[in-house]
Every structure is written in structure tokens, then in C-alpha cells.
């Protein structure tokens, strides 16, 4: 119903945090590691484009209408509070699970950066 909600309000908020970084960002980064706004990129795209594929399907099952209420789940009490409760659920359980796949592939990237510094510093070297 409107579990799309809640992963487009966290790109939301993320896409504010990586602005807010990058220009914090500026000249301070080593030439061979990877920004982390770059990285909160890499979310902002996962949780966008997510998103908008959920808000697409939902769409398309006319869950959504273009004219007040837009959430056809809001047009009731009872099926405002089944919508609330998808939200809660499924909503926060796809925004938890997109943001740890997000977070393992930091985690590999960094272990990667890290190994191949050294090489890289001995090519210079030579």
C-alpha cells in the first residue's frame, strides 16, 4: 500500500546528508580512496531507485491516484491503520535491508582500498 514511503523518505534524508558532506568534503580527499559521499551516492541511488520501482508496481495495482486522498488506503480508518502498519513493517524492513547491503558493500570497498594501497604506493615507488 505504502511501504514505498518509508525508503523514499530515508533517500530523502540521505540525499540532504550526502550535500552536507560533500561540501565538507572538498580537497580533503586521498587520490586513491573513494569519498564517502560518493559512497552515500551509492545509497541515494539503491534507495531511489527502489523507490521508485515500489511506487511504480503500487501504482500500477491503483493503489495510488492521482486526486486526494492519494493513498487509496487512506480513504478509511480500518485501512489506514493496515497501511500504517505495512509502512512500519515491510516499509522499515526494506529500508533496514537496502541500507545493510549498502553498508556491507562500504565495508568490502574499504577492505579492498586498503589492501591495494600498498601496491599501489610500491609502483610509485619504482
Not at 580527499?29 to 564517502?36: H, K, N, Q, S
Request: glycine share 8%; with cysteine.
Amino acid at each position: 500500500m505504502a511501504c514505498f514511503i518509508v525508503p523514499t523518505t530515508e533517500a530523502i534524508v540521505t540525499t540532504v546528508a550526502k550535500k552536507v558532506v560533500q561540501t565538507r568534503e572538498t580537497g580533503k580527499t586521498e587520490a586513491d580512496l573513494i569519498p564517502f559521499s560518493q559512497k552515500l551516492g551509492w545509497l541515494n541511488k539503491m534507495l531511489w531507485g527502489g523507490s521508485a520501482l515500489l511506487a511504480f508496481e503500487h501504482l500500477w495495482h491503483g493503489e495510488i491516484q492521482p486526486f486526494y486522498p492519494f493513498l487509496t488506503a487512506a480513504s478509511d480508518p480500518e485501512s489506514t491503520a493496515e497501511m500504517l502498519h505495512e509502512m512500519a513493517t515491510v516499509g522499515v524492513g526494506m529500508a533496514i535491508l537496502v541500507t545493510a547491503v549498502w553498508a556491507g558493500m562500504v565495508f568490502l570497498t574499504g577492505k579492498i582500498a586498503k589492501r591495494r594501497k600498498p601496491a599501489v604506493r610500491e609502483e610509485n615507488a619504482l
